[in-house]
């Protein structure tokens, strides 16, 4: 069978002309991904190397609204530099062990971005400066005095109080001191903008025997709005992946810009943008009538029906206002026209702050009362302000006053000190502290400390 071989063969031929397509985009595949891989873990490698990537920090907490990563470490390059490493417990500090060691004096301090120090080395930070000083003047006989970071960027009034109920006092401190800055009082309002995670923290009302309730609607309306999904969506990739930081970055920045353009707002520290997008209004005065705000109703508009005009809630708004003293009506009106009532425009913040600070009174009273519970020491610090560039709230300073002298609350206000100081020294990035503008704060707090006995010299 002569002809047997070279029909074989061309079997074979046809089998193996047949196939290679096939493996050819097999290889091309498995090559493409194998490039990929290589590129992604190689930018992954350059990207941590170089800090880039490293500023999504924040993530999603049931007790709190947002916190820091635990062990996450940021190169922080939005507003000055710096190169921070939270510890275990999300806290821009040393480890530190929850129950006090012996001989050890225990200073904790909370606040929000100016207190949290990511824009200067920890090193450089003032609660670093102090614990130095302190420990050099009166940290003799093996006595400690530490100073403990309990900042985080954005955190309201509301989330101080939270903290310190369920964090802090967890430490066994001897003084609590929270540093306040000049958007305290407009932190507390429902709904915010220009942050991606404004909306992802507790709200606090005032039942009608001025009590406080703690609201959680608004967080879980957020949980499930595209921000919120996409947080939870990504929490792996944020935490763990510097290209995706650096992707997820830009996000958060185009959705809070989009959303703004959306509301027809540029975000500044003035805008009460309590809207964010033209979405949220209905959500809010959803959650406006809700059966779990029942009986509640905005501080300064107490009555109000559901036929009250937003001019009229704002009339009653202005003539209602009381900058101090007990607080007697609730927080949220039963009333769509809430929506429209709170103010929104950075001519509005006076009016911001009469409406929400009898919430701030009391979330202030319920801290310091929580301290004399647990035998420790109460101070309010406030953060400076920046009146050349609009940043300031005079009124709520002057309640602040008014409130530490009621409660007899040890006070100091930075901002004289930054004002008064030589002009030719940057103390300010532009709107946080730059290293000099710490060295003034710890100079300034130093002596504060001293003074009102708060290192237990």
């Known amino acids: 069978m002569p002809t047997a071989a070279p029909i074989i063969e061309n079997e074979k031929q046809a089998v193996a002309a047949a196939s ?31 800090g880039v990537g490293e500023h999504e920090y924040l ?17 922080w390059r939005k507003e000055g530099f710096g190169r921070i490493q939270f510890n275990s417990q999300g806290m821009n500090d040393i480890e530190r062990p929850f129950a006090k060691p012996a001989n050890t004096f225990r200073i904790a301090i909370v606040g929000d971005s100016f207190v949290e120090s990511l824009q200067v080395d920890r090193s450089q930070n003032f609660l670093s400066l102090l ?6 003047k009166y940290g003799k006989s093996g006595r400690r005095i530490e100073v403990l970071n309990f900042g985080c960027s954005a955190n309201s009034l509301g989330q101080f109080y939270k903290k310190i109920r369920t964090k802090v006092m967890g430490y066994e401190p001897d003084v609590v001191l929270i540093g306040v800055s000049v958007d305290a009082t407009k ?32 967080f879980n309306w957020w949980n499930h709005s595209p921000d919120g999904k996409r947080f939870a969506n990504t929490e792996f990739l944020r935490r763990h992946s510097h290209i995706w930081g650096a992707i997820g970055t830009m996000m958060g920045s185009y959705s809070a810009w989009c959303a703004d353009l959306q509301a027809g707002k540029v975000w500044g520290w003035g805008s009460v943008n309590l809207g964010a997008a033209k979405s949220t209004a209905p959500a809010l005065a959803k959650l406006a009538t809700s059966p779990n705000t029942a009986g509640a109703t905005s501080p300064n508009t107490a009555g109000a029906t559901s036929q009250d005009t937003a001019g009229n809630a704002r009339a009653r708004a202005e003539k209602n206002a009381k900058y101090t003293g007990p607080v007697s009506a609730p927080f949220m009106e039963q009333s769509s026209s809430s929506v429209n009532a709170i103010p929104q425009a950075q001519g509005d913040v006076d009016a911001a702050t009469r409406q929400y600070w009898p919430i701030a009174d009391r979330l202030i009273r319920a801290m310091n009362e929580d301290c004399i519970a647990h035998h420790c020491r109460f101070a309010i610090v406030r953060l400076p302000a920046r009146p050349e560039i609009g940043y300031d709230n005079p009124p709520e300073t002057k309640n602040l006053e008014a409130l530490s002298s009621q409660l007899k609350i040890p006070y100091c206000n930075l901002t004289p000190a930054f004002l008064n100081a030589p002009k030719q020294t940057a103390l300010i990035f532009s709107v946080h502290m730059t290293a000099a503008g710490h060295q003034l704060t710890y100079k300034e707090l130093e002596p504060f400390i001293e003074r009102n006995k708060l290192a237990g010299n």
């Open 187 to 218: 932190l507390l309002a429902p709904l915010q903008g220009g942050f991606a995670f404004a909306n992802a923290r507790p709200t606090f009302l005032l039942d009608k025997q001025g009590k406080l309730v703690e609201d959680w609607q608004i």
């Open 59 to 75: 993530r999603v907490d049931k007790s709190l609204g947002f916190v820091a990563m635990e062990n996450r470490h940021v190169t």
């Open 20 to 50: 290679s397509p096939r493996r050819g985009i097999k290889h091309i595949v498995l090559e493409a991904v194998i490039a990929s891989a290589a590129a992604i873990l190689i930018l992954e490698i350059l990207f941590t190397l170089a």
């Open 131 to 136: 614990e130095r000083d302190l420990n050099a």
